[in-house]
């Protein structure tokens, strides 16, 4: 079977690193918020070009405890997207804030920034760009719209771990950035992770004091916080994969340029570079108009695909006729259309080579 990601195959390139790591970790009496978790920040925070980082449990708790330390609240509005995994919702819903749900560009799969000015209301506090399947959102716009109306931009990197836009990483360019560390993604742990990047030190100060019940001293609460602490075997696992992060990047363009050059001229809109964008291809993702039947087809061949997403989150029994929304005309197409073919570092060429050829030859027989 070749699979749509595979996590393991990443962990036996790391192998003898990661199991010499965490054997290091519990001879080290210290299991959270310890070393590991103080380099893994100031590596990362590095690497993205920013301040400041800070490592908490996953990527939905980065999002909450962002969005608290810029003091979004209960009736507070927050302009995102639909087509996006459900925790970027779910995370503005916890604060009992307001989703407001705009579509996404035709050719890229972000948010729309023309969508912006009809969703804006005088509840508005933030705007939510998600970087998805592994490139920038149009931040100039974005950005722009942002100033001008004076709300927070947060950067949702879950997806585009390295990514850049005009040359900065992804992350460094909102206000504050969020990121989940979910074994699949680009820089994933061996089970959940999460970091929050900002050049912003007082934000920094009051995540690392959310992220553990509000104390700047242990044990004395100066506010309303939780446990949302990394741990130091996945800080010891992160900080080993990110020194491998761009080389593994560039194997994932490089399976994805197969795909591109493989698959033209088919009935398939394949992806699309934004200008000034560097794709890190967290997913490689295609648009057709028979989804269902290529995805049964393929998988008989030992061949697995997925759908991101199969429902977009104002589709779903949880939110649907309950959230703000405007005309969703691109978002209500792609979960019919969207199709993510095999990619991670370790997909051998010849499977990316045989993804393609199979494909091709199921096209053709059409």
Not at 254 to 274: M, N, T
Not at 286 to 311: A, M, T, V, W
Not at 312 to 328: E, F, G, I, K
Request: net charge negative.
């Amino acid at each position: 079977m070749i699979f749509c990601a595979n996590p393991s195959a990443q962990f036996k390139t790391y192998q003898s690193e990661i199991e010499a790591a965490v054997l290091k970790v519990m001879r080290s009496n210290q299991y959270v918020l310890g070393e590991e978790v103080d380099s893994l920040e100031q590596e990362f925070a590095s690497y993205i070009g920013v301040s400041h980082s800070i490592g908490v449990a996953n990527g939905t708790d980065a999002l909450e405890l962002s969005m608290r330390a810029l003091d979004i609240k209960a009736g507070d509005e927050v302009i995102t997207v639909s087509h996006t995994a459900v925790a970027t919702v779910a995370a503005i819903e916890s604060l009992g804030a307001i989703p407001v749900l705009v579509d996404v560009e035709q050719d890229f799969y972000t948010l729309d920034p023309t969508k912006l000015s009809e969703a804006l209301s005088k509840k508005t506090k933030a705007v939510i760009a998600v970087h998805i399947y592994g490139q920038s959102a149009n931040l100039e716009e974005i950005s722009n719209f942002c100033i001008h109306n004076n709300l927070f931009l947060i950067e949702d990197v879950s997806q585009a771990h390295g990514a850049k836009w005009n040359g900065s990483r992804l992350g460094s360019i909102g206000d504050i950035a969020t990121f989940s560390c979910y074994p699949t993604k680009n820089l994933g742990a061996i089970g959940d992770a999460g970091l929050v990047a900002t050049k912003n030190s007082e934000l920094a100060k009051k995540v690392r004091m959310l992220r553990e019940y509000g104390w700047e001293n242990r044990y004395v609460s100066e506010f309303p916080g939780r446990n949302s602490r990394l741990d130091e075997l996945q800080a010891a696992i992160l900080r080993i994969k990110l020194k491998g992060l761009d080389r593994d990047n560039e194997k994932r363009r490089h399976i994805a340029q197969i795909y591109q050059e493989s698959l033209a001229g088919l009935d398939f809109h394949l992806p699309k570079v934004r200008e000034g964008a560097e794709h890190v291809f967290h997913l490689y993702v295609l648009r057709c108009n028979f989804q269902q039947d290529l995805i049964e087809d393929l998988k008989k061949d030992g061949i697995s695909l997925g759908i991101h997403y199969p429902l977009a989150v104002h589709q779903q029994n949880a939110y649907s006729n309950r959230l703000r929304t405007s005309n969703m005309e691109i978002t209500d197409q792609l979960s019919k259309q969207v199709v993510s073919l095999p990619i991670y570092p370790e997909l051998p060429l010849s499977d990316a080579h045989q993804v393609s050829a199979v494909i091709r030859a199921w096209v053709e027989s059409q």
